[in-house]
């Protein structure tokens, strides 16, 4: 995989206990309001939120590097018969196809250098219907903890310059939230949920 972020989660998904790994996290139970439609999760790891969705009546497109993770959510997918199509991707470089009503990115886009981070989250925007739901959370500026990040290539976010990419859609939810990290570090999270403006009619 030749990349220090998709390693250190494929390992963590690898040894994950299963009623862990099963667990929404409080990032996804916030998105869950907001899903609707055909929903795109890029970065789903274990597939917890697509799950979710699916069971909701959501089609889901799910995509995430680790194989691990992929494996284990196409398993459960097929197991509980649900409408999500897993999908084992780079998404530095994965061209998305289709439109979406939900686009949801948690947890991924600091993983890139700041140029191919915009440059993704402008194509998720694109893909998302209009009146549609983008909910994304990254890690922002303050973040401390980077034992797993690329070195010389993440992307830790400016809220005021996130926020600007959204002018005009409409915003349900702004949040900051701070976590302790291992070595006395930190972790600062920002959680955008953005309704994309309707047509003009
Ligand atoms: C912090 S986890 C978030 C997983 C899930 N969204 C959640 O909230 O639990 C980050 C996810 O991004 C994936 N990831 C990191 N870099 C990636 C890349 N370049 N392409 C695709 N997935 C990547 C990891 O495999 C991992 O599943």
């Known amino acids: 995989?030749?990349?220090?972020?998709i390693e250190f989660f494929d390992r963590q998904f690898r040894s994950a206990p299963a009623a862990a790994a099963l667990k929404l996290n409080p990032f996804e139970t916030t998105a869950l309001p907001f899903l609707q439609g055909d929903v795109l999760d890029i970065g789903c790891g274990m597939g917890n939120l697509a799950c979710a969705a699916a069971a909701r009546g959501c089609r889901v497109t799910a995509v995430d590097a680790s194989p691990a993770a992929v494996a284990h959510?196409?398993?459960r997918a097929h197991e509980e018969r649900l409408a999500v199509s897993a999908i084992q991707a780079d998404l530095r470089d994965y061209p998305i196809e289709a439109d979406y009503d939900t686009v949801v990115s948690i947890g991924l886009l600091m993983f890139f250098d700041c140029p191919s981070a915009y440059r993704v989250l402008a194509e998720l925007?694109?893909?998302?219907?209009?009146?549609?739901?983008f909910v994304l959370t990254v890690l922002v500026e303050g973040t401390t903890y980077d034992a797993m990040f690329e070195p010389a290539s993440h992307c830790l976010f400016q809220p005021a310059d996130l926020l600007d990419r959204f002018a005009g859609w409409e915003t349900e939810r702004c949040q900051?939230?701070?976590?302790?990290?291992?070595?006395?570090?930190?972790k600062r999270f920002l959680t955008l949920v953005a309704r994309k403006p309707r047509a003009a009619t």
């Open 73 to 75: 959510l196409r398993q």
């Open 1 to 5: 995989m030749q990349n220090r972020s």
């Open 176 to 186: 900051s939230e701070d976590f302790e990290a291992p070595g006395q570090t930190l």
């Open 125 to 133: 925007q694109q893909h998302l219907r209009p009146g549609g739901c």
